[in-house]
């Protein structure tokens, strides 16, 4: 059954009934966009999209919390792993990139906190993988995940926006075939998006990728979606701003790709059902030709 979702034109989600008005927008319905010239492998997509399936990293809840524990990473890097599966937003980012790219391309996380999804991809293969984080503690987490699972992960410190390290430098200089985020821009604002597009434009090959994920509108009509999601419950006065900032959709996704040399080729949102967190949606871009 078809239904339109509330506050996102064009979305429609075929496995349950539209909401009802009173319900929270929290319950937002998925959608997937890729150039089709059928129906049903679209809804099969999206069906496939929203299955907590596969993406397991052979990582126990006991190693990872004491290598967490051991480098002092922020803790939520255990559930990050541990519940992989369930962020969908991250697991089919890393799928559209592997469905994309030859096992020799030269791949660049940005933000790539303990490297979870670097590993997922040097399980399918590729070895040219590479990932930068701001965190200290999350690179050496990174580092002991690389030495407990005996997987390389080239990752190191740098600034996503403003990369300044020598062995970064050195690697963009030689071009990148893809460049992706999964968990940072949608706490940046909506500008930062052109920022970080034209950052890694001059250093993508002829038809280069970018994947990235953010929040969408549909946050927008959840009670409380001003205010930081821990604060909730605070006074008003004593609440912080919502730390999802970027709330973005495939509208503004294309209009922003166009202005930075970029088509967007692929997107797709995501069911959320735990109360404070967005709905979150994943988009491909294609670099252009100048």
């Known amino acids: ?37 059928s129906l049903m492998p679209d809804i099969l997509e999206r069906i496939r999209n929203n299955l907590p399936i596969g993406h397991d ?11 967490v524990e051991a480098t002092g990473a922020e803790r939520w890097h255990v559930h ?46 590729f070895h040219a993988l590479h990932g930068i984080d701001i965190s200290e503690e999350a690179v050496r987490l990174a580092h002991e995940i690389s030495r407990t699972t005996g997987v390389d992960l080239d990752v190191w410190k740098d600034d996503a926006l403003a990369p300044k390290e020598p062995k970064t430098l050195e690697l963009l200089a030689g071009g990148i075939d893809a460049v992706f985020s999964t968990s940072w821009l949608e706490y940046s604002p909506n500008e930062t998006l052109g920022e970080f597009l034209r950052t890694y434009r001059p250093h993508l090959r002829p038809d280069g990728i970018v994947v990235f994920v953010s929040a969408t509108h549909a946050y927008d009509s959840v009670p409380n979606n001003r205010y930081h999601s821990a604060d909730w419950k605070l006074p ?36 959320t059902l735990v109360t404070g967190h967005p709905q979150m949606a994943t988009y491909m871009l294609r670099r252009l030709a100048a």
């Open 1 to 37: 059954m078809a239904a339109h979702v509330p506050g996102i034109p064009g979305t429609r989600h075929f496995l349950h009934p539209e909401p009802e008005r009173s319900r929270s927008p929290i319950f937002a319905r998925p959608k997937t966009r890729c150039h089709r010239k």
């Open 57 to 67: 990293l052979g990582i126990t809840a006991d190693q990872i919390s004491s290598l």
């Open 80 to 125: 990050a792993i541990v519940r992989r599966k369930y962020r969908r937003h991250a697991c089919v980012a890393c799928e559209w990139l592997a469905s994309a790219l030859p096992r020799d391309a030269v791949v660049f996380e940005t933000a790539c906190g303990s490297g979870a999804n670097l590993l997922w991809l040097a399980g399918r293969g």
């Open 236 to 271: 008003v006065e004593k609440r912080r701003p919502s730390e999802y900032k970027m709330r973005i959709d495939a509208k503004e996704v294309a209009a922003v790709a166009s202005d930075c040399g970029y088509r967007l080729e692929r997107d797709a949102s995501f069911m």
